[in-house]
Each structure stands twice: as structure tokens, then as C-alpha cells.
């Protein structure tokens, strides 16, 4: 059985960092797409960034592109997401995700969730 462990979440000024690491056990972590999706009080989950099996795509949301990086260790089966700049709209609990192929697809879809970590960003 897939389990994924997402840890890093906690209280950050605006225009701070945090890593969020999501570390995976069960199944061949190096075969799939990772992702990271986000659910904000009141609102729906939606898509954050993903990355491909070997790393060498990688995905985001408009409201993350040039703040936010998704990288993977497959040695250490291990997503990570770093946050810089972040803003008070960032906060949400995050959670890591398998992607159903090697390759990110909306279509596609996630098959395994980790339970979350919340982040909170104050102004």
C-alpha cells in the first residue's frame, strides 16, 4: 500500500520560505508523477505544481510560477515543494499526491493522497 507523509507546513511572515517534503513508501516511487495540490478554508483543493517521473518536466499553477519549485529525490522517494515569497493567499493545507503515470495530466489524475500540512502565511 502507497503511503505518503507530507511534513514542513507552519506559521511564515509574507515574503518567507518554507520546503514542504512529502516522503513515499509502498509501490516504485521513480515510475510516477508526483504532485502537490493546496485547499484553502472555505475553498476547493486545486493544483499547485507536479512533477514527471525522472524530474524532467515539471508543472505549475499560475499563482506559483516563479516562486514556487518542485524537485524530487528518487533516491530518497521524496517530493519536495520550495515556497519563497510567500503571501497571505498561499495559506492552505497542502498535500502531496501520486500521479496515476509517469507523466502529470489533469485528465490523468492522482490515485494516492497524503493527509495534508498546513501552511499559514501571515500579513
Known amino acids: 500500500q502507497v503511503q505518503l507523509v507530507e511534513s514542513g507546513g507552519g506559521l511564515v511572515q509574507a515574503g518567507g520560505s518554507l520546503r514542504l517534503s512529502c516522503a513515499a513508501s509502498?509501490?516504485?516511487?521513480?515510475?510516477?508523477?508526483m504532485g502537490w495540490f493546496r485547499q484553502a478554508p472555505g475553498k476547493e483543493r486545486e493544483f499547485v505544481a507536479a512533477?514527471?517521473?525522472?524530474?524532467?518536466?515539471?508543472y505549475y499553477a499560475d499563482s506559483v510560477k516563479g516562486r514556487f519549485t518542485i524537485s524530487r529525490d528518487n533516491a530518497k522517494n521524496t517530493v519536495y515543494l520550495q515556497m519563497n515569497s510567500l503571501k497571505p493567499e498561499d495559506t492552505a493545507v497542502y498535500y502531496c499526491a501520486r500521479g496515476s503515470a509517469s507523466y502529470y495530466s489533469p485528465t490523468v489524475g492522482m490515485d494516492y493522497w497524503g493527509k495534508g500540512t498546513l501552511v499559514t502565511v501571515s500579513s
Open positions: 509502498g509501490g516504485t516511487f521513480s515510475n510516477y508523477a
Open positions: 512533477i514527471s517521473w525522472s524530474g524532467g518536466r515539471t
